[in-house]
């Protein structure tokens, strides 16, 4: 038997074994989970510091729980939530997409500009949306046909997209947009208190959790984040998946653009700026595995509530922005250690289960940590006013 038999020969088997992970990853039945291990998810870990904030707020604010501040506050991360859809998507897969919001403040700066002239403004959203769309697809066929680093790529592209709208607009501004396109960011639905952006983002959300956690296509992100040479050799279409994901973060991207000029009135060329890594971050609040595989949209949509929650609280206690983003951070950080702690521990405990003791106490431990931190701002700032 020559070389070159024999490297077919350990190719093939090599295959075989890439495909049985695979097929293991995209089985559709799961193990079965005790109680006390669902109740170790994360996503229960966020409906406890949700709860936990509710009521320390509802305590320390007596404007917390007011309707009408829920309904505004509600309307203030939306955008944040169409954009971390897709951005989940491609987390899980093992990308990610830097340059959302630079492609919202692009595609919004061009149906600005389109509306400036006089262009009806249907019409300028529809080109907006279509622009977005199309720098998805720049991002996708970059990533997924010429194989460049999503990283890279992205991070070109963020600097790209804005630069092009500051070309769209320069130092203006577009204004005077018809109270029919207004309606879409300051509206509510039928006259309740619910903003249209949040039924919106509810309708989307569930939309893109039924894909995700009920369609093939959704297992083979996860096969694809946990082993993408695996799912390549086993007939996944693993480039013709990464450009429709970042095809449609693009269009994600320029519908939040055009939600959030119609909920300020107006369209500057450096809306949106900065918004991606708050996109990143409610993703991976959420429990979305930063180097894929895992998480899940339920995940997602709860640290998107726990972060606006958060702001929300602490602006009414005039806790300043740069405080605000260090409690984020801090809760962001932990997410990522956190779980990795625990998995190390639990695989040099061997036999005890020492994973039903740990999660409880570092989840404590997080609680400590953050309202030690909140109080101590507080009473800063106090002092300083």
């Known amino acids: 038997m020559d070389f070159e038999q024999r490297r077919e020969i350990k190719k093939m088997n090599s295959t075989s074994a890439s ?13 079965s989970r005790s109680f006390l291990a669902r109740f170790q998810r994360w996503e229960w870990m966020l409906v406890g510091l949700i709860l936990v904030d509710v009521f320390v707020n ?10 009408q501040n829920l309904s505004r506050t509600s309307s203030d991360f939306m955008e944040i939530g ?16 830097l340059s959302v919001a630079s492609n919202m403040g692009m595609s919004a700066s061009f149906m600005g500009l389109l509306h400036n002239m006089g262009v009806n403004i249907w019409v300028a959203a529809l080109a907006g949306l279509l622009l977005g769309t199309l720098g998805g697809l720049l991002n996708g066929y970059l990533i997924a046909r010429v194989k460049l680093p999503a990283l890279v790529v992205t991070l070109g592209t963020y600097a790209f997209y804005r630069g092009i709208a500051y070309g769209f607009l320069g130092d203006q501004a577009a204004r005077g947009y018809p109270e029919a396109f207004t309606y879409f960011g300051q509206g509510k639905v039928f006259g309740s208190l619910v903003p249209f952006s949040a039924a919106l983002f509810i309708v989307m959300a569930v939309i893109f959790g039924l894909i995700l956690h009920r369609t093939t296509f959704g297992r083979y992100l996860y096969a694809i984040g946990n082993n993408e040479n695996a799912a390549n050799y086993s007939g996944v279409p693993v480039a013709k998946i990464k450009f429709i994901l970042y095809a449609l973060s693009g269009f994600m991207a320029a519908l939040a653009g055009l939600i959030l000029a119609a ?15 708050s996109v990143i971050t409610a993703a991976v609040l959420g429990g979305i595995d930063i180097n894929g595989g895992k998480g899940t949209m339920v995940g997602a949509a ?26 984020i951070g801090m809760l962001l ?43 101590w701002s507080r009473a800063a700032i106090i002092a300083g006013g």
Do not use: H
């Open 333 to 375: 950080i932990l997410s990522i250690l956190v779980p990795s702690l625990i998995r190390g521990i639990s695989a040099i405990a061997g036999k005890l289960n020492w994973r039903s003791v740990l999660s409880p106490i570092i989840f404590l431990i997080i609680f400590i940590l953050f309202f030690m931190f909140f109080f």
């Open 263 to 277: 909920r300020f009135g107006s369209t500057r060329p450096d809306i949106g700026t900065g918004l991606e890594l």
């Open 302 to 327: 709860l640290s998107l509530l726990l972060i606006g929650l958060m702001r929300f609280g602490m602006g009414l206690l005039n806790i300043q922005g740069q405080v605000q983003g260090v409690a």
């Open 58 to 67: 509802t305590r320390l604010s007596p404007y917390f729980l007011d309707a």
């Open 19 to 31: 495909e049985s992970k695979f097929a293991a990853t995209i089985s559709d039945k799961a193990p």
């Open 82 to 97: 169409l954009m971390m859809l897709p951005m989940v998507f491609i987390i899980i897969t093992g990308n990610i997409d």
